[in-house]
């Protein structure tokens, strides 16, 4: 298993499947999401509408997965974080059920590689340290709660800032 902190730009990254930091309407929007959607091209937003017309979107903690357009990747897992409230509206849980959602929707897909971008930590205001060891806590236990069927082989984190980067790496020196 090996889990990566790099900086950068997720659309650029060559795995199975990109995380977006998506909202619950699928239909697109800034930050990461935007990016996502400008780099892959349209297939994708066509893959997010065909999902609401089926389910009505996706929850905050959900995850749905499409093709990745013309991304280097085969798949976007498109979650939706929780908007940051001061802490008082189970925003750490949600959280939470974004990553497991989405490690258990890529083992359905049985992907090997794939790369998160600090979820709700931008437009969504969620603190960077606790978003960071949310992440890097819910990786661990998901990894050890899943040796036998897990098909995930490499995990990056992306972070586009200093900040991010700097606290990602330091939370992983725990569980390494
Ligand atoms: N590559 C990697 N990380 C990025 C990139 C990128 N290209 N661009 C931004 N980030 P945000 P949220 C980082 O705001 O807080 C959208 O409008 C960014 O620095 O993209 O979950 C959606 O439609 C931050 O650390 O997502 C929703 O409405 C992290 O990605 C809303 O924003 C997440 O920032 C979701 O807000």
């Known amino acids: 298993m090996s889990i990566q902190v790099v900086q950068g730009d997720i659309t650029k990254r060559t795995v199975d499947v990109i995380v977006n930091a998506a909202n619950s309407s699928l239909l697109g929007g800034g930050g990461v999401d935007g990016a996502i959607h400008r780099a ?4 994708i937003l066509e893959e997010c509408v065909k999902i609401r017309n089926q389910q009505g979107g996706c929850q905050v903690g959900e995850a749905v997965i499409t093709t990745a357009g013309q991304l280097p990747a085969s798949y976007v897992i498109h979650t939706v974080g929780p908007v940051w409230n001061g802490g008082v509206k ?9 990553y497991r959602n989405t490690y258990l929707l890529a083992n359905k897909y049985k992907v090997v590689s794939i790369a998160f971008p600090s979820i709700s930590t931008g437009i969504y ?31 990056e984190f992306i972070c586009f800032d200093e900040e ?13």
């Open 90 to 98: 189970e925003e750490d849980v949600h959280l939470k059920n974004c």
């Open 164 to 176: 991010n980067y700097s606290l990602y790496v330091e939370r992983l020196k725990c569980y390494l």
């Open 125 to 155: 205001k969620f603190p960077k340290p606790l978003a960071a060891e949310i992440a890097v806590s819910e990786t661990a236990r998901y990894v050890e709660t899943h040796l036998l069927e897990n098909t995930i082989k490499k995990i």
């Open 40 to 43: 892959g091209g349209k297939e």
